[in-house]
């Protein structure tokens, strides 16, 4: 009895389960959960397809779980996918879901359960065909902070109930929207899980909203006419055409923007000059979205747009519209043009006072020992890079040590969570290991050891796959560090770069 006391001890440290003898996949295992109504439990087999909560069909997810769905009293969905005890490491996965919510973030849950957690998501109090969630405050609170943090109550349960005890470590990872919840889990309900990756997510939704209902509402329709999707392209290409040899390395990519000198006059044309090129008024209307964004009293509310980022006007967002418009003015067909920042960004911060995510009081997640995570991409067109920066930096001036248990990468070349030119493969949210999973190229693998051991993620390897075969890899470092080219390097691995303070 003695050694066993002493091996259940060691057991958190090292990362080995206490092996769990689950129960059957049947409702009465769950029936005892409070507040959890409209339960449907499923055993979904290894080669199983699955319906998902939409209706549509999805293919077997190669491993054998109970699915456990149900309604938290509030109305906030939950669904729990359970894997077999045999094959569960003692640990709870939440994927946070992006844009307006209203549904599960499945591609998260699958991978975690690949990787033998107990994984879970939320809709966030709300279906995606509800055009009017946002004018009911019981659901604006679910989706401002009340439904992840249910979902980990919960899931929780839901999993004690299944195995005998509850996981060991809970984890968070979530981009865009799921982003924002994985600050606002850090920020409001510190004890919910152990460690966070929070990305693509601007720590002021309020902020975020305006630029995008200013650009896509307001001056889109002005400069249409003019501004094509061809002349946006032509102007990021521009910008990488200027600035991506700065770094030593010509990849298409801009690895620091901030430095980059390009504007969008130097594409005006000339009488003799080259073409393509932008007539006086087209630089104008993209001075004018590339410009930082301010209010009437001439206070700035982000920085603008880095050189290279390609502006896209749509889809619109229909949550900026949804904010300012039904619940601010209280009108499903208001007009954009009358929108005032000072006036309406003061009425939505009253109206939804939960829905900002900008706290930098971090010392409840630091006291309980969570680490978090938060990467951004220098080239997200959407949520501006300077803002998760602006909010980095403060909460690092009033945290003397951030550093024992925050990181933030920021990555070149990244669109908005995916896609783009860059190394945009390094185990972040959406669902995708990265081609090497370990602590060096997954953060969630990185993530995991920090929490287990202690030893915090001072570089990562991001990889760029193309026909299956990786093309390149690169450095990502934690700011305000960022990857150098090791002199007489020639930049295609990652090992070829250093972390430094310098420019690169």
């Not at 409209?38 to 199983?48: D, K, N, T, Y």
Request: hydrophobic fraction near 40%; charged fraction near 20%.
């Amino acid at each position: 009895m003695r050694l066993l006391a002493m091996v259940a001890m060691l057991l958190p440290a090292t990362g080995i389960a206490m092996p769990a003898q689950a129960k059957s996949c049947t409702s009465e295992t769950f029936a005892g959960i409070a507040d959890v109504s409209s339960l449907r439990v499923e055993r979904v087999g290894a080669g199983q397809a699955w319906t998902d909560d939409m209706g549509e069909q999805r293919p077997a997810v190669g491993t054998t779980f109970c699915r456990v769905r149900g309604m938290v009293a509030t109305g906030i969905g939950i669904e729990v996918w359970l894997p077999l005890a045999e094959s569960w490491n003692g640990k709870f996965l939440a994927g946070g879901v992006g844009g307006e919510a209203g549904t599960y973030n499945y591609a998260d849950m699958a991978r975690g359960l690949g990787h033998g957690y107990a994984s879970a998501s939320t809709d966030a109090g709300h279906r995606q065909d509800d055009e009017h969630w946002a004018l009911d405050p019981v659901k604006g609170a679910a989706f401002a902070s009340e439904g992840n943090h249910q979902l980990a109550v919960k899931a929780k349960e839901v999993i004690a109930a299944f195995y005998g005890h509850g996981p060991r470590r809970s984890y968070f990872i979530g981009c865009s929207g799921g982003g924002r919840e994985g600050l606002k889990e850090a920020q409001q309900f510190p004890d919910d899980f152990d460690g966070i990756i929070a990305a693509g997510a601007g720590p002021d939704q309020l902020a975020v909203s305006a630029r995008l209902l200013w650009s896509q509402y307001i001056v889109q329709p002005e400069i249409e006419a003019i501004m094509s999707g061809n002349d946006w392209a032509l102007i990021s290409r521009g910008a990488v055409a200027a600035c991506d040899a700065q770094d030593g390395v010509v990849d298409g990519v801009i690895s620091a923007p901030r430095s980059c000198r390009f504007r969008p006059r130097d594409l005006l044309c000339e009488a003799d000059g080259p073409s393509p090129c932008l007539s006086e008024a087209q630089v104008q209307a993209a001075e004018r979205i590339y410009a930082p964004l301010q209010d009437e009293q001439g206070r700035f509310i982000d920085q603008g747009l880095l050189p290279g980022v390609e502006v896209t006007m749509s889809p619109r967002s229909a949550f900026a519209f949804s904010l300012f418009g039904r619940l601010v003015h209280g009108n499903p067909n208001w007009d954009p043009r009358g929108f005032d920042f000072t006036r309406d960004m003061a009425a939505a911060r009253r109206l939804w006072p939960d829905l900002p995510n900008d706290s930098t009081d971090l010392s409840g997640f630091r006291a309980r020992g969570g680490r978090l995570i938060y990467y951004h991409s220098w080239a997200d067109p959407w949520i501006l890079a300077q803002l998760p920066i602006d909010w980095f930096e403060k909460v690092s001036r009033e945290t003397p040590d951030a550093d024992s248990f925050m990181r933030l990468f920021m990555v070149a070349g990244m669109g908005h969570c995916s896609g783009g030119a860059g190394a945009n493969l390094f185990g972040g949210a959406g669902g995708k290991d990265a081609p090497q999973v370990d602590a060096e190229h997954d953060m969630l693998a990185a993530l995991d050891r920090w929490v287990e051991t202690g030893v915090a993620p001072d570089w990562m390897i991001a990889s760029r796959v193309e026909k299956n075969k990786i093309a390149f890899t690169r450095l990502l470092c934690p700011y305000p560090r960022q990857a150098k080219l090791r002199p007489g390097a020639s930049g295609r691995v990652a090992a070829d770069y250093i972390c430094t303070k310098e420019a690169p």
